[in-house]
């Protein structure tokens, strides 16, 4: 049956069965409006152990971690024709949920239906390798086997296409799962898990739990049960996961934050770099993990940059995702509306000076929304906080440089390193900026672009590990040593 409308209750799934959990119910909230979206469930600590014992059953005693690679493979088509016969209804509440525009949320769940199909192509490859170790009676093989109970804990920004980085491969490898969305943006992911099920994933493969970190994350990272986790959101909960995770040994993979610069050289066109600076920096309202949050320009192009930047980002069109003249949705809460209003306030006492935005909104049809202007601060400092750290929301910082060793000096000054672009017209120049830059993907010439063959991930405080690509499958994968002695005598190393 396709999916109409948002999610209804039960909305956890654990063991192969929707259930209503120990934690009550919510109302999710649409950041446009505030008009309750959806009410779904919560887990308690209870569901989550439930949860683990499920994920672990189904991996100890059940089919799927031995199921031949075709037959996974093909689940994973199975769930890329649903979704292609859900797409309009899971981007429409995924506009709902994240206030992002409908134009982007369609793109999203292209790219998730391309993960699942990619992931499918790379499972249906997969094979163990013979290690020749020139002894006749000898076969030695090497074999990726699936890592265990894995717990999937993943962000608000692209609730969708981030649990799709992460499911699509862990299945692929034929683990099981523990899935943990934002509890801000939750919907979508359990449509997901109806896709799944209605694919047929069997019984205890693939629970959903939702809810809190503290409450329904944290005991994830703690339990003994399972193996592995696999973690997108911020910095300090990505080191709070870190720790947590080491009582029991858990493999661990997380995808952090970003601070990520765009170096623009005076020989890029003026209109070429004011618009891809202005996308680089306020898609889906900056709260992307991959954001150009750092415009690094060029002495000579500087002003006039900064000038066409200022007057093109005052007239991005914000309003409602579903409105297809809107150009930027709200942000994704007040929080993170409260978070941005203070680095902006923090660039102004430190002295950063104000070219555009830095308020929310006159329109009164935006009042109940979490809207805020795009906004520009040039003749900022290396030591401002809003050069430094990550505001994940609608600010774009502008540095100046005079040489090309500066401006790589510049880009790699953070302790992130996650996405970063260069543009120029000099090929050469451009290729040594791009090898110098210290970021975990490099654009040159363009920004944003990903597919799902490329590995995705940061360097330094971005994370560890890779998301996409063969990379990704690996990471749920161990790869298991088998000796075989076909003709067996004794060591005679001890005399017996
Ligand atoms: P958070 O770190 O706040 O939360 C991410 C997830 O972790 C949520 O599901 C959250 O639950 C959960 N969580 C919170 N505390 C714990 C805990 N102690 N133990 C286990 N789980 C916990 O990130 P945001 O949701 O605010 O997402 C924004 C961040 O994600 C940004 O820093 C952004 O850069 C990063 N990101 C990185 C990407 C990458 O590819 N590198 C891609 C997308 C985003 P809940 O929120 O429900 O409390």
Redesign the pocket.
């Known amino acids: 049956m396709p999916s109409v409308g948002p999610p209804q209750r039960p909305s956890l799934f654990v063991g192969g069965t929707w259930t209503s959990g120990s934690g009550g119910a919510v109302d999710v909230h649409n950041p446009f409006d505030g008009s309750v979206v959806a009410t779904i469930d919560q887990a308690g600590p209870d569901d989550v152990i439930r949860a683990v014992a499920a994920a672990r059953t189904a991996f100890d005693t059940g089919p799927w971690p031995t199921t031949p690679v075709a037959e996974r493979a093909a689940l994973l088509r199975r769930v890329a024709e649903l979704l292609v016969r859900d797409k309009e209804e899971i981007a429409r509440v995924e506009t709902l949920d994240t206030g992002k525009t409908l134009k982007e949320s369609r793109i999203d769940v292209d790219d998730v239906t391309a993960v699942f199909r990619y992931y499918a192509d790379l499972a249906d490859k997969e094979a163990g390798r013979i290690v020749d170790v020139g002894l006749a009676h000898v076969v030695s093989r090497v074999v990726p086997v699936p890592v265990g109970v894995c717990a999937l ?6 609730p969708l296409l ?1 649990l799709s980085w992460k499911v699509a491969p862990c299945l692929a490898a034929g683990n099981t799962c523990v899935i ?5 943006t939750p919907l979508t992911s359990i449509m997901l898990v109806h896709l799944l099920e209605e694919a047929g994933v069997p019984e205890g493969v693939v629970n959903l739990v939702l ?4 409450t ?3 005991p ?2 703690e339990h003994d049960d399972v193996d592995m986790v696999s ?8 080191q ?2 870190i720790r ?1 995770s080491a009582t029991t040994v858990k493999r661990v993979a997380v ?4 601070k990520n610069p765009n170096v623009v050289f005076a020989d890029t066109p003026l209109d070429l770099a004011a618009d891809w600076a202005i996308t680089a920096a306020f898609l889906h309202s900056g ?4 954001a150009g949050a750092r415009l690094i320009v060029e002495d000579a192009l500087h002003d006039e940059l900064v000038a066409e930047i200022a007057r093109r980002a005052e007239r991005i069109r914000l309003g409602n995702g579903l409105d297809p003249a809107s150009e930027c949705g709200p942000l994704v809460s007040a929080a993170q509306l409260a978070k941005i209003e203070d680095y902006v306030a923090s660039a102004l006492a430190e002295g950063a000076r104000l070219v555009c935005g830095g308020r929310r909104p006159d329109d009164p049809a935006l009042k109940d929304g979490f809207f805020y202007r795009p906004t520009v601060f040039a003749d900022v400092t290396r030591d401002m906080r809003v050069v430094r750290e ?1 505001t ?1 929301g609608p600010i774009l910082t502008v540095e100046r440089f005079t040489t090309e060793d500066e401006a790589i000096a510049l880009a790699n000054d953070t302790h992130y390193g ?1 996405a970063g672009a260069v543009w120029t017209a000099d090929q050469a120049r451009a290729h040594r900026v791009a090898s110098a830059l210290r970021h975990g993907t490099v654009w040159i010439n363009d920004y944003h672009p990903y597919v799902p063959g490329a590995e ?3 360097m330094g405080r ?2 560890n590990g890779r ?1 996409l690509g063969p990379t990704g499958l690996a990471e749920y994968q161990e790869h298991k040593h088998v000796w075989h002695n076909t003709a067996p005598e004794p060591a005679g190393w001890f005399e017996g």
Not at 180 to 184: H, I, R, T
Not at 211 to 214: N, S
């Open positions: 804990i993943t962000p608000w920004n692209y981030q943990k969305p934002s509890e801000v809810g809190d970190g503290p329904v994350g944290a994830l990272t973690f997108t959101g911020g910095l300090a909960t990505g709070a996961i947590a995808e952090l934050g970003g709260q992307v993990c991959s990550e994940f996650l995705w991930g940061g971005s994370g998301e």
